[in-house]
């Protein structure tokens, strides 16, 4: 298990233990927290899975394929440093301690 | 009090009931699912977990202590039987259960092949629930021969897992090309030839005549007079939206169960959301079978549910994934009159449909840009210069700048 906090658009803080393997998005649907959509379901289809990584961990994060690059592009409000599609961050013990924010909306 | 059930634990339910509580709904709730397994999503079962590449557990939309935790009553593999709505009760399980409020999110079932042409012989699946993946798994087994029935999105994702894990695969579609219901013929003409690169064999226009063998399945005969030597057969030829209990408690029924922009049905006391449920769009009435309009549809009913009186407003969009290639659909095609295509990088296309000047719809092959520009300026209502679409020197962020209202002075001139 590792420690991941989520902060919502309101500021509203959950920091939750993840098991290794599972993504970040799994992490935020199975605990109920607010702000990540994942429609497809970690399909990689739909977009709304969206966050923005606290800078301290964005180069800890493996990097962004093409593809999602592509999605993040038109997402709401990408940043394109710190934004991430959570279903493709898989948790691995080197995340203990990740932070993440959600955006205003997932579109 | 009695509360509010909700019948049918899949997409639609799962989404239903969460809704519910966040939107502030504290008296009692009730989940129904006919399945033993809590909901879970459906899409992975012709894609990575048919394959093996995903586990059981994630396919569940929530893990089974959510539904306590949010204090509903998940209830796992009862059937409910018989809806009074006079009496505002319902039979499950040989127990009797009142409602103050009821949502129908029963899903569609698989058509089958009738007995009569061998529908019932061992070796023949459809593909609509884990019961079915879990069953037909042991054989998916490099070298064996697989007959696929039917060239709608779920078919050709099959015959690409299948295609992938080294089975012999022959698909037979009756319609003159493959996705003809669902695609132009450019999408037909992309993935026929991405299935034919990875060694499928395409029968367009080609139907079964029945299904052969004592016992199990042995061989198909064709309409075109051939007959094919087959291991298994995959039977998908579309779904019927499940309304027998609805119209069995005298529900209106319409292709589907009838709604209204709400999600009411006939009945002031009863809601329908989902693959099961028809609803007015656009002045004509639909019924949509996909994850996105399942969770739209039931998010907006549970607040309807509570007093909220909000009409839906469907944003269809969809995808399919075979072979490393994905698929993503914004938009309804229906009453397209032409297509314009724009070539991306490498294998990536897109497919854009116009009705006069309206951008309808889009497929985009690999191409996630092309998906998120196109969804944005249909759920906008905009539409954009097809010339422009089509010249790939256009930049995709140009032409959502550009895109606007349809321009309504040249028809009226
Ligand atoms: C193999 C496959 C692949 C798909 N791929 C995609 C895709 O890539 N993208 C996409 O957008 N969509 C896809 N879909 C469609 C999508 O999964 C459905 O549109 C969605 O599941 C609909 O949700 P629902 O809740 O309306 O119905 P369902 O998910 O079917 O849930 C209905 C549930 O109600 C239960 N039920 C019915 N009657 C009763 C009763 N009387 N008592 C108790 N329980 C009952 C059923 O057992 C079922 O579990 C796919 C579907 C399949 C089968
Ligand atoms: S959950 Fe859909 S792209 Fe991440």
Redesign the interface.
């Given at each position: 298990m590792v420690a991941i906090t989520y902060i919502e658009h309101n500021g509203t803080r959950h920091t939750v233990d993840v098991v290794v393997g599972k993504t970040v998005m799994?992490g935020a649907?199975?605990n109920?927290i607010?702000g990540i959509e994942a429609?497809?379901?970690?399909?990689?289809?739909?977009?709304t899975c969206h966050v923005y990584v606290d800078p301290a961990w964005v180069d800890l994060l493996p990097a962004k394929e093409a593809?999602e690059e592509?999605?993040l592009?038109?997402?709401y409000e990408p940043d394109p440093v710190r934004s991430r599609l959570t279903c493709q961050v898989k948790v691995t013990d080197g995340l203990k301690g990740l932070v993440v924010q959600m955006p205003e909306k997932q579109? | 009090m009695t509360g509010i059930v909700v019948v049918g634990g899949g997409q639609a339910g799962a989404s239903l009931v969460?809704k519910l509580r966040?939107v502030g709904y504290s008296g009692r709730l009730t989940l129904i699912c006919g399945e033993r397994v809590p909901p879970y999503?459906r899409?992975?079962l012709s894609?990575a977990y048919l394959k093996g590449d995903m586990d059981r557990e994630?396919l569940f939309?929530?893990?089974e202590s959510?539904y306590a935790?949010?204090d509903i009553d998940l209830r796992l593999g009862d059937w409910v039987t018989e809806i009074d709505p006079a009496a505002r009760l319902l039979k499950v399980g040989g127990e009797t259960l009142a409602y103050s409020q009821l949502a129908l999110t029963t899903g569609s079932v698989p058509r089958r092949l009738p007995a009569l042409i061998g529908g019932s012989l061992g070796g023949v699946y459809v593909i609509r629930g884990l019961a079915d993946i879990d069953a037909m798994a042991p054989e998916f087994v490099a070298g064996r021969r697989l007959l696929i029935v039917g060239g709608g999105y779920i078919g050709l994702e099959a015959a690409a897992v299948a295609a992938s894990l080294g089975l012999e695969v022959t698909l037979i579609e009756a319609a003159p090309r493959i996705l003809q219901r669902v695609a132009a013929p450019e999408t037909s003409d992309y993935f026929r030839a991405l299935h034919a690169a990875h060694g499928v064999r395409l029968l367009e226009g080609t139907s079964l005549d029945r299904l052969l063998g004592s016992g199990t399945v042995r061989a198909a005969a064709l309409s075109d007079g051939r007959e094919l030597e087959t291991d298994f057969v995959l039977v998908g030829v579309g779904v019927s939206p499940a309304t027998g209990l609805a119209e069995a408690a005298g529900l209106a029924i319409d292709n589907g169960i009838r709604t209204d922009e709400q999600g009411r049905t006939s009945d002031p006391a009863i809601w329908a959301a989902g693959d099961c449920a028809s609803f007015p769009h656009k002045g004509t009435r639909i019924r949509l079978e996909s994850?996105?309009h399942a969770?739209d549809h039931a998010e907006c009913v549970a607040a309807n549910m509570i007093g909220v009186d909000r009409a839906y407003i469907a944003t269809p969009?969809f995808?399919s994934?075979q072979y490393d290639v994905?698929l993503?659909i914004a938009g309804l095609n229906t009453g397209y009159d032409r297509v314009v295509e724009r070539s991306g990088e490498s294998l990536s296309t897109s497919i854009w449909y116009y009705k006069g000047d309206q951008l309808l719809a889009v497929d985009a092959v690999n191409?996630?840009?092309a998906y998120?520009?196109a969804k944005?300026i249909i759920e906008a209502g905009h539409t954009v210069d097809p010339q422009l679409v089509q010249d790939p020197d256009t930049d995709l962020r140009h032409l959502?700048a550009i895109a606007a209202a349809p321009d309504t002075s040249a028809a009226a001139s």
């Open positions: 799994e649907r199975d109920g607010p429609d497809c379901g970690g399909a990689f289809a739909c977009s593809m592509d999605m592009d038109f997402a579109i | 969460a966040e999503q899409p992975p894609k994630r939309l929530r893990p959510f935790s949010q994850v996105g969770i969009w995808w994934d994905k993503q191409d996630p840009r998120m520009v944005r959502l």
